[in-house]
């Protein structure tokens, strides 16, 4: 009896340790898995703003007031970025070259000298202009600028600089190339941005059937034929009588119909 009795004391301590372990696991499990609380938002620490970059409000009122102003001189309050972005602007519009020394930045002090001279340059005499460009994209788009419109290829000759012959070419052969409206001679043009211009206004010219320097769409729209270079007979051609001041569908008398009227 006495063992049986010790027997049911073990099982009751062996179970009351089973409980205590069980809402010990199931305390620990609650505690670990608890959904976590929203985290306080945390106001971002006021920093003073010292330097204004280019592009703020005030840094571009400055440079509409010193552009209006043709002075230079307002962009000095500008901290260093604002300040060098607006003097490149300002002597740009008066072409003061010599206060590019000004700048701080060296890309921007570069870029204000160069394209400073490619201005000065454009609206020079000739193609010559161009070459003392040290940019060498300023200097090509100068040469285009000078050389377009050029059929001449004597022209060309005159040049030493690769550059320049090379774009002096291109030009005469685009401008060929136009006239003949065959897209397969813009392939002589060797520069790539002039040949994708050729090959685009070749494809896109008006059709001038008669050669009369008027488009057959121009022609329909003003009644002459676009299959007649001198419409009305009178010795004239429509475009000749077009530029004159002429009707191309009125016949004039004689040499008439070249003068201008």
Excluded: W
């Excluded at 280019?54 to 102003?69: D, L, M, Q, R, Y």
């Excluded at 285009?144 to 040049?159: H, I, M, P, V, W």
């Amino acid at each position: 009896m006495l063992i049986n009795g010790n027997k049911k004391i073990i099982i009751i301590i062996i179970a009351a340790c089973l409980l205590t372990a069980s809402g010990a696991g199931l305390y620990y499990f609650k505690k670990n898995n608890k959904p976590a609380e929203p985290s306080k938002k945390t106001e971002p620490t006021t920093i003073e703003k010292k330097l204004e970059p280019v592009g703020t409000p005030t840094t571009n009122e400055t440079i509409k007031k010193a552009t209006k102003a043709k002075d230079p001189r307002l962009c000095d309050g500008l901290p260093v970025t604002g300040r060098d972005e607006c003097y490149y602007i300002i002597l740009l519009n008066i072409r003061d070259i010599a206060q590019c020394a000004k700048i701080t930045d060296e890309k921007i002090r570069t870029r204000c000298a160069n394209e400073i001279n490619f201005a000065e340059a454009i609206e020079g005499g000739g193609a010559k202009d161009c070459l003392p460009l040290a940019d060498t994209r300023l200097k090509e788009e100068c040469l285009r600028t000078k050389f377009r419109g050029n059929g001449d290829l004597a022209l060309c000759s005159d040049y030493k600089d690769p550059t320049a012959v090379n774009l002096c070419e291109s030009n005469v052969y685009s401008k060929m190339a136009y006239e003949a409206g065959r897209p397969g001679d813009c392939e002589k043009v060797k520069d790539e941005v002039l040949k994708f211009d050729c090959l685009t206004m070749v494809k896109n010219k008006p059709k001038d059937s008669d050669g009369d320097s008027l488009s057959d769409d121009y022609e329909i729209m003003i009644l002459s034929n676009p299959l007649k270079s001198d419409t009305d007979g009178d010795g004239c051609k429509d475009g000749d009588e077009k530029k004159s001041g002429h009707s191309p569908i009125v016949k004039d008398t004689g040499s008439d119909c070249l003068k201008n009227r």
